[in-house]
């Protein structure tokens, strides 16, 4: 800040915000350029069949239409899939799901390219497809792909399970039905392919523009020297606009490839809902035994995850959830199998939480279904069992380092949740009332398996006015990635954040930092930073203690300034110093690069330290239920989270009140509706998500007691906020109408049965 202090912690302004907010910033759909011509996909209405052949003359007649391009035409490897090859980006042979691709179109208009897509047509041969991960495993079940239907299994093997029992004198047993959940960004899939002589630019509304460049270079059989990838501002993600907008730039890279003319892809809503990447949905079945003294004994958890019709990021995502499986819970007997199965369903990707949000819902209906059998309060069950002081090791033999801050999360939590108001009053009808806990142990940055992209590239650049532009590897989606990265180079460069400019990133300007994933935009963009101002001052240090009469290693930065430690009247601007290093040619310039620690981790038992670092929450929420209408409103969530250190307070602040809302939707209404692998209800009428009337009282507690890894010890928070909501909620619900919910979403359907099952005669009670 200009009077000497620091941004850390502050609430100024957004350096996207205002932009946003009165439509100056333009999106994709923004974007026209000369000549452009306006791309459509061919996709397939069925989720399994063979495909004989596919004929374009039809689409080629409607008026308009520049190109219709299908697998023959790819000039390169017809590939798409991130992980494994297992993804053709046009099919030939097989279509495995609803939104498989045919051929690719460009037109004129829009209008005219749709329309000749629809006007492709694809011999079919229909086949009988296999849309249940359980049905998927059985013997003699349709294959998905000639590899067979299980992509993979993840465990974790600690302890004596029988030992363990014996001590046990409650054991519970349950098997819970998780549903997927669709992103609703507000700007659905979005890219603009650009041709030049020998190379290809490509502006999309993305997540990792590295993944984009290597797609698109693979399809074109280009370097990857040869196609630029540069984010165009991006309306939202949450973990959609991860790995599947290599698709769609594919897509459109190609036919720009074909016309030599810029090609633009936007995604009608119902097709952007019905084709692209979802949650994944999963089947946890849990068995747990706690003594009498409600100390856990043992835990055995079978996590199978649906990953659809193609593996994507789904054994990432299984990973995650098999590291997650236990929460932040003292369990020393643990057993965990975690596997992932094709079907002909939409395939899941990223989301926000990755895997961790669905066990997490799993492990906290399995405490309170625990401390029902034990005649303890949920709260006090939890007590006894979260990670703390004296037992700070997680369920695959990670030690953590002191302090862990579960408990006092829990504490904050309970604490604000007692004294938190309800945002609005009911309306008229027989209400009961609940109120539920949830406890979420994240682990920070990738996971052991993904650590090879565990890094992030900066670039700062000072200006001879004192202010500085710095470009980042990392995305800004929406989550306040432009505002931390700000924050960070602003107070290491001791100068105020407006005087701060933050690039999108661009693959010709910055290294390949991997995704925007894990909550690590500020962690990984913000150590890059800080290495990039270390390297910067080993030149402008030197410069400034010669202008201001002291030794380099005197020179302090704060308020525009370099000041002598101890003498603060000794001070000279910033910009005078950055003006002699210019008129002397010293470089202004510094790169700085990020790298995960390595860690040990045994894939085969999964013990080891999965994560380098782990942030802890509880969200506690109250709720009021309508018995007979299955209607749950929730009034209030009390969220306590351990932060590390406050960034820029508003957006973490906004981050935990944006995922509690997200979270909120996937535990009550967003209900992936699925017949044979095709969605029937691809739009926000029928797909309901929460509205701001739906919104709760949120009242936070940040804890900044336990430093992280993050730059000046912060923690990631984007995932944290949305993890433990729906188990809570879910708790809370349980809790007001007396009776055990074990599938989400909690629907209005699944309430009403749930309380006919425990009170067949409810609708005659007062």
Same mark, same amino acid.
Request: overall charge neutral; proline content about 6%; hydrophobic content about 45%.
């Given at each position: 800040?200009?009077?000497?202090?620091?941004?850390?912690?502050?609430?100024?302004?957004?350096?996207?915000?205002?932009?946003?907010?009165?439509?100056?910033?333009?999106?994709?759909?923004?974007?026209?350029?000369?000549?452009?011509?306006?791309?459509?996909?061919?996709?397939?209405?069925?989720?399994?069949?063979?495909?004989?052949?596919?004929?374009?003359?039809?689409?080629?007649?409607?008026?308009?239409?520049?190109?219709?391009?299908?697998?023959?035409?790819?000039?390169?490897?017809?590939?798409?899939?991130?992980?494994?090859?297992?993804?053709?980006?046009?099919?030939?042979?097989?279509?495995?799901?609803?939104?498989?691709?045919?051929?690719?179109?460009?037109?004129?208009?829009?209008?005219?390219?749709?329309?000749?897509?629809?006007?492709?047509?694809?011999?079919?041969?229909?086949?009988?497809?296999?849309?249940?991960?359980?049905?998927?495993?059985?013997?003699?079940?349709?294959?998905?792909?000639?590899?067979?239907?299980?992509?993979?299994?993840?465990?974790?093997?600690?302890?004596?399970?029988?030992?363990?029992?014996?001590?046990?004198?409650?054991?519970?047993?349950?098997?819970?039905?998780?549903?997927?959940?669709?992103?609703?960004?507000?700007?659905?899939?979005?890219?603009?392919?650009?041709?030049?002589?020998?190379?290809?630019?490509?502006?999309?509304?993305?997540?990792?523009?590295?993944?984009?460049?290597?797609?698109?270079?693979?399809?074109?059989?280009?370097?990857?020297?040869? @196609? %630029?990838?540069?984010? =165009?501002? &991006?309306?939202?993600? +949450? /973990? #959609?606009?991860?790995?599947?907008?290599?698709? $769609?730039?594919?897509?459109?890279?190609?036919?720009?490839?074909?016309?030599?003319?810029?090609?633009?892809?936007?995604?009608?809503?119902?097709?952007?809902?019905?084709?692209?990447?979802?949650?994944?949905?999963?089947?946890?079945?849990?068995?747990?035994?706690?003594?009498?003294?409600?100390?856990?004994?043992?835990?055995?958890?079978?996590?199978?995850?649906?990953?659809?019709?193609?593996?994507?990021?789904?054994?990432?995502?299984?990973?995650?959830?098999?590291?997650?499986?236990?929460?932040?819970?003292?369990?020393?007997?643990?057993? @965990? %199998?975690?596997?992932? =199965?094709? &079907?002909?369903?939409? +395939? /899941? #990707?990223?989301?926000?939480?990755?895997?961790? $949000?669905?066990?997490?819902?799993?492990?906290?209906?399995?405490?309170?279904?625990?401390?029902?059998?034990?005649?303890?309060?949920?709260?006090?069950?939890?007590?006894?069992?979260?990670?703390?002081?004296?037992?700070?090791?997680?369920?695959?033999?990670?030690?953590?380092?002191?302090?862990?801050?579960?408990?006092?999360?829990?504490?904050?939590?309970?604490?604000?949740?007692?004294?938190?108001?309800?945002?609005?009053?009911?309306?008229?009808?027989?209400?009961?009332?609940?109120?539920?806990?949830?406890?979420?142990?994240?682990?920070?940055?990738?996971?052991?398996?993904?650590?090879?992209?565990?890094?992030?590239?900066?670039?700062?650049?000072?200006?001879?006015?004192?202010?500085?532009?710095?470009?980042?590897?990392?995305?800004?989606?929406?989550?306040?990635?432009?505002?931390?990265?700000?924050?960070?180079?602003?107070?290491?460069?001791?100068?105020?954040?407006?005087?701060?400019?933050?690039?999108?990133?661009?693959?010709?300007?910055?290294?390949?930092?991997?995704?925007?994933?894990?909550?690590?935009?500020?962690?990984?963009?913000?150590?890059?930073?800080?290495?990039?101002?270390?390297?910067?001052?080993?030149?402008?240090?030197?410069?400034?203690?010669?202008?201001?009469?002291?030794?380099?290693?005197?020179?302090?930065?704060?308020?525009?300034?370099?000041?002598?430690?101890?003498?603060?009247?000794?001070?000279?601007?910033?910009?005078?110093?950055?003006?002699?290093?210019?008129?002397?040619?010293?470089?202004?310039?510094?790169?700085?690069?990020?790298?995960?620690?390595?860690?040990?981790?045994?894939?085969?038992?999964?013990?080891?330290?999965?994560?380098?670092?782990?942030?802890?929450?509880?969200?506690?929420?109250?709720?009021?239920?309508?018995?007979?209408?299955?209607?749950?409103?929730?009034?209030?969530?009390?969220?306590?989270?351990?932060?590390?250190?406050?960034?820029?307070?508003?957006?973490?602040?906004?981050?935990?009140?944006?995922?509690?809302?997200?979270?909120?939707?996937?535990?009550?209404?967003?209900?992936?509706?699925?017949?044979?692998?095709?969605?029937?209800?691809?739009?926000?009428?029928?797909?309901?998500?929460?509205?701001?009337?739906?919104?709760?009282?949120?009242?936070?507690?940040?804890?900044?007691?336990?430093?992280?890894?993050?730059?000046?010890?912060?923690?990631?928070?984007?995932?944290?906020?949305?993890?433990?909501?729906?188990?809570?909620?879910?708790?809370?619900?349980?809790?007001?109408?007396?009776?055990?919910?074990?599938?989400?979403?909690?629907?209005?359907?699944?309430?009403?049965?749930?309380?006919?099952?425990?009170?067949?005669?409810?609708?005659?009670?007062?």
């Amino acid at each position: 800040m200009t009077d000497g202090g620091t941004p850390l912690g502050g609430s100024h302004a957004r350096p996207d915000a205002l932009a946003k907010v009165t439509g100056q910033t333009r999106y994709v759909g923004d974007i026209a350029l000369p000549g452009m011509l306006h791309a459509a996909v061919a996709a397939a209405d069925v989720s399994s069949a063979r495909v004989g052949s596919v004929d374009t003359s039809r689409a080629l007649e409607i008026p308009g239409v520049e190109a219709v391009m299908t697998a023959q035409d790819v000039p390169g490897a017809n590939l798409i899939g991130v992980i494994f090859p297992d993804q053709p980006l046009l099919v030939e042979d097989r279509v495995r799901m609803v939104g498989d691709r045919f051929a690719v179109v460009a037109a004129r208009s829009p209008e005219a390219a749709w329309r000749s897509a629809t006007a492709v047509s694809a011999q079919l041969e229909p086949l009988a497809g296999v849309h249940d991960p359980v049905e998927a495993l059985k013997a003699g079940a349709d294959a998905v792909h000639d590899s067979g239907n299980l992509v993979h299994t993840f465990r974790v093997e600690r302890g004596d399970i029988k030992k363990a029992e014996a001590r046990a004198t409650v054991v519970v047993e349950a098997e819970y039905r998780i549903g997927g959940q669709e992103h609703a960004y507000l700007e659905p899939q979005a890219c603009l392919a650009i041709p030049e002589a020998g190379r290809v630019t490509v502006l999309a509304s993305c997540q990792c523009p590295f993944y984009i460049q290597q797609g698109v270079a693979r399809v074109l059989g280009l370097p990857l020297s040869a @196609v %630029r990838v540069e984010q =165009a501002p &991006t309306g939202g993600a +949450f /973990g #959609g606009k991860e790995d599947y907008p290599s698709e $769609p730039a594919a897509c459109a890279a190609l036919l720009a490839w074909r016309t030599r003319r810029p090609v633009r892809l936007l995604y009608p809503r119902e097709h952007d809902l019905q084709a692209t990447t979802k949650r994944h949905a999963m089947r946890v079945h849990h068995r747990w035994g706690a003594d009498r003294a409600g100390r856990l004994r043992f835990a055995e958890v079978d996590v199978l995850l649906d990953a659809g019709a193609y593996a994507g990021l789904s054994t990432v995502v299984a990973e995650r959830a098999n590291a997650s499986a236990i929460g932040p819970y003292d369990v020393a007997a643990v057993r @965990v %199998r975690t596997r992932v =199965a094709y &079907t002909n369903n939409l +395939f /899941g #990707g990223a989301f926000r939480g990755f895997g961790a $949000p669905q066990v997490t819902w799993a492990h906290e209906a399995t405490m309170d279904r625990l401390a029902r059998e034990l005649g303890l309060h949920p709260v006090e069950l939890r007590r006894r069992n979260v990670l703390g002081e004296r037992r700070r090791v997680t369920s695959t033999g990670q030690r953590l380092p002191a302090p862990v801050m579960a408990k006092a999360c829990l504490e904050k939590a309970v604490a604000a949740s007692s004294a938190g108001q309800p945002a609005r009053a009911l309306p008229p009808g027989r209400w009961l009332h609940g109120t539920g806990t949830a406890l979420v142990l994240y682990g920070c940055n990738l996971h052991h398996g993904g650590q090879h992209l565990d890094r992030s590239s900066a670039v700062v650049i000072l200006q001879a006015d004192g202010s500085a532009v710095v470009r980042v590897g990392l995305t800004e989606m929406g989550q306040g990635n432009l505002v931390a990265a700000q924050t960070v180079a602003a107070t290491a460069l001791g100068i105020d954040p407006v005087k701060v400019e933050v690039w999108q990133p661009d693959t010709t300007t910055v290294a390949d930092s991997g995704p925007t994933v894990a909550s690590r935009g500020a962690h990984a963009s913000g150590l890059a930073i800080l290495e990039a101002v270390r390297r910067l001052r080993r030149r402008l240090d030197p410069v400034a203690a010669e202008l201001l009469g002291c030794e380099p290693s005197q020179v302090m930065l704060g308020g525009d300034a370099a000041r002598v430690f101890g003498e603060p009247e000794q001070t000279i601007a910033m910009e005078q110093v950055v003006q002699e290093m210019v008129r002397r040619r010293i470089e202004t310039i510094a790169t700085g690069w990020y790298r995960s620690r390595r860690r040990r981790f045994d894939p085969a038992t999964g013990l080891g330290s999965p994560y380098e670092f782990y942030a802890m929450a509880c969200h506690v929420a109250r709720v009021a239920v309508d018995p007979d209408l299955g209607l749950v409103r929730v009034e209030h969530v009390a969220a306590a989270h351990d932060v590390g250190k406050v960034l820029h307070r508003d957006a973490l602040e906004g981050q935990i009140q944006g995922g509690i809302v997200q979270a909120m939707g996937w535990a009550l209404t967003e209900e992936l509706k699925l017949s044979r692998g095709r969605l029937l209800n691809p739009g926000f009428t029928d797909y309901l998500i929460p509205t701001s009337d739906d919104a709760p009282a949120i009242s936070i507690a940040l804890l900044e007691d336990a430093p992280g890894s993050g730059p000046f010890g912060s923690k990631g928070i984007g995932e944290p906020s949305f993890i433990p909501t729906a188990a809570a909620i879910r708790n809370a619900v349980c809790d007001a109408i007396g009776a055990e919910v074990d599938r989400l979403p909690l629907t209005p359907p699944v309430i009403v049965e749930a309380v006919a099952a425990r009170h067949p005669f409810s609708f005659l009670l007062p």
